[in-house]
Structures are given as structure tokens and as C-alpha cells.
């Protein structure tokens, strides 16, 4: 005779093999005391002009290094080892967000404790990142005043799951008609309370400020 | 959008759990939230090819929508 299936409770994070890495990952960054920043935005934001800048100006005061995924190509970490800082491409062929088991692959061979800073560029893209977390004590979320100042209502789960709104290209706000109060009260409203700055990696306004958030 | 990502994710997971509870998985419960970045017909689709030559092959996904972030699998039915 066949028993009826039996239904058993299970109640598990399907993602919780990432956060298992996760976790681990970020008591390694406590351990060695290395302050891990990650960068989330939509594909050309600009993260890896503004990364290259920060690490050219950190490199001189920090030990830096960073991290950079994209689904092909090592443009991205050849253009930021220019800065001196060590540098290290994921290329993740198809899959269209970092993991915390990609984060940890990476530092193989890297001595934690000899860095202060470790930035982690995530591949662009406003969804799939806010479901993985890299084991980051920071997650900037950067959006460019091209992007239209509704931009965090679109995406409110990464606004959410991000620490700090870095807006971008300000050097451009002019010639787009940028709307700096719309852009921050859209954030305000998905995230109340959230930190914002506003940067050019190109001329270097609010590359200071955003530092000391760091 | 990466519901096979999720989909091999969750395969793996209902078999460890099948596996330690014994017997076989006939149906995998899932807690889908809104705000999870998860499409409900593209992840049922993309189960189907991520049971593919596991242990439980045929098992049938049952979703469960919530307004939340869930991504959870809730529960399994087992058959001795």
C-alpha cells in the first residue's frame, strides 16, 4: 500500500549557501582588518572611471586593491591597475551578478591583512546584484544624472539593499537638466534617511566627501 | 534575471534536505516575495531543466507569492 507523501518543514534561504560564504567572508575582512566596499549601478554609471580615480587617490595614502566583474573582457581591471593598485578581473561568462563563493575565489593568494581598503565593482546591473551579498561591510549604489531622476523608484529592492547613493557624472547635470532635489527626494522615498553624494570622476568634485563615507 | 541560477540553487538545496530526511521528493515548496527579483514562470521553467538527472527529477515546484524579499523553500513532500 502507498502512503500518502508526507509534507516536512523546511524554511531555508534558497540563496543561503551565498550568504554561508557571505558570512565567512566578511568575519575574514574583520579578522584582517580590511575595509571591503562593494559598487552596484546600471552598465555605464560610470563605477570603473570613478574606481580608477578613487584608487589613484587612495593609493598614495591606503593600501588598496580591488575587485571587478563583468560577463567578459579584463578591460575593466586593466584600466584600473593603471591606478597601481592590485587589481583582479572576475569574468563570470553568463551569469549576470557577483556571488560571495566568486569574491572568495578571487582573493586566493591575496594577504587580506596587508591591505586597508578592497572595492568590489560589481557586473552593471540594477537587479540581480541585490540578491547576493559579497560579504561587503559598504554597498554603494551609483546612478548618473543621465539616468532620469526616477530612477530609484524603478529599483527600489537595490536602493534598499545599498548603503549609500553615490550620483554620478555631475559634471554633467547641466547639459542634461539633472534635477538634483527630484533625484534626492526619489531616493528618500525608497530609502528614507539614506546617505548621498554627489561625484565627477572626471573633475574630482565629491571624490573627498565620498572618502570620508568610506 | 538569473531564475536558473536560483533554480540550480534550489535543486541542490531540496536534495541535501531530501537527501537527510530520506525518501523520495516528490513536490518542493517555494516562498517567492515580490521584491525577490525573481520571475514565478521563469524560475517553474527553469526548474524543470535544473531537475534534470538530479535525484529529484519529476518533482512538481509549488510557489507561494508574498509581498516581501522570501526566496525560501518553505517545505518538501516526501514520499517513503
Not at chain 1, 132 to 147: F, K, N, W
Request: glycine share 8%.
Amino acid at each position: 500500500m502507498t502512503m500518502a507523501p508526507r509534507l516536512v518543514e523546511v524554511r531555508q534561504n534558497i540563496l543561503k549557501q551565498n550568504d554561508i560564504v557571505a558570512r565567512a567572508l566578511r568575519s575574514r575582512f574583520d579578522e584582517t582588518g580590511v575595509r571591503v566596499v562593494s559598487m552596484v549601478s546600471s552598465p555605464g554609471a560610470g563605477k570603473t572611471a570613478l574606481l580608477e580615480r578613487m584608487l589613484t587617490e587612495l593609493h598614495t595614502r591606503y593600501r588598496v586593491a580591488a575587485l571587478v566583474g563583468d560577463l567578459a573582457t579584463e578591460n575593466d581591471a586593466a584600466r584600473l591597475a593603471r591606478s597601481g593598485a592590485a587589481v583582479r578581473q572576475i569574468t563570470t561568462g553568463t551569469i549576470c551578478h557577483l556571488e560571495a563563493a566568486m569574491v572568495q575565489h578571487a582573493l586566493d593568494g591575496w594577504a587580506l591583512d596587508q591591505l586597508d581598503f578592497l572595492f568590489i565593482e560589481n557586473v552593471g546591473n540594477l537587479v540581480c546584484p541585490a540578491s547576493y551579498d559579497l560579504g561587503e561591510h559598504l554597498r554603494c549604489v551609483m546612478v548618473s544624472v543621465t539616468e532620469g531622476e526616477d530612477k530609484p523608484l524603478k529599483y527600489p529592492t537595490i536602493f534598499n539593499t545599498a548603503d549609500i547613493a553615490v550620483i554620478t557624472k555631475i559634471d554633467l547635470a547641466g547639459a542634461v537638466e539633472f534635477n538634483r532635489d527630484a533625484m534626492e527626494r526619489n531616493i528618500q522615498a525608497v530609502r528614507p534617511g539614506m546617505r548621498t553624494v554627489a561625484v565627477s570622476a572626471k573633475t574630482g568634485e565629491g571624490i573627498g566627501e565620498l572618502v570620508t563615507l568610506l | 534575471m538569473h531564475e536558473l541560477s536560483v533554480a540550480l540553487s534550489l535543486v541542490e538545496l531540496a536534495t541535501e534536505e531530501g537527501d537527510r530526511l530520506g525518501g523520495r521528493v516528490c513536490a518542493v515548496h517555494v516562498k517567492i516575495g515580490q521584491l525577490a527579483g525573481v520571475a514565478k514562470e521563469a524560475l517553474a521553467f527553469s526548474y524543470e531543466i535544473a531537475c534534470q538527472d538530479t535525484p529529484i527529477a519529476g518533482s512538481q515546484l509549488v510557489i507561494e507569492e508574498s509581498d516581501g524579499r522570501e526566496l525560501e523553500l518553505i517545505a518538501l513532500e516526501i514520499e517513503s
